[in-house]
């Protein structure tokens, strides 16, 4: 179960439950003091609000930077999303963006780099993602739950990475292929 910690009056950290995590109001001194990797998850114009909440749930355990919101996506407040993300979506900073390749072009600018998660003629298999990314930060960008990651976006990432599907199945949900990629990159940042 994922789990927030929360400081202590004794200065020490104490993980919180999805229960106590749902009503925690985060303070200010909490939130500097969560260590952040140096990675974003931008998501593109993905829809489902079960999706944004879980991915908010994967980006506390990661302590990624921050949840850049484009397009059609929801954003918080919103009870849906409250529920699948219990409460993380507190603890995450956040920010809502109308179009993700201007947000994806400015990211660059930045020297960030880009990896879309998408199926394309474009892309090379999770295993072969090349993994020299010390130092580097990183911005994870998923798209749309049927649709995929925008063309738009594709034609700017720095690379587009495929999970290889050995079933009858083409495709994962998109807070899976989140997880498999983050966990895969998390050691590498």
Known sequence: MAAKRLLTRRGGWVKLNAKQLRAAKPSDEELA???????????DNVLDTYNIGSIFRLADAVAAKEIILCGGTERPPSSRI?????????????????????????????GVKIIAVE?????????????????RSIALVVGHETEGVSQEVLDIADVIVEIPMWGVNKSLNVVVST???LYKLLGQV
């Open 33 to 43: 003091r969560i260590e952040r990797k140096p990675i974003y998850i931008v998501l």
């Open 82 to 110: 409250h529920k699948a993300a219990v409460g993380t979506e507190e603890w995450v900073p956040w920010r809502y963006v109308p179009k993700a390749d201007e947000e994806i072009k400015r990211l660059r600018d930045e």
């Open 119 to 135: 199926q394309s003629e474009k892309s090379i298999t999770l295993s072969d993602l090349p993994l020299n990314l010390r130092g």
């Open 179 to 181: 997880g498999i990629v």
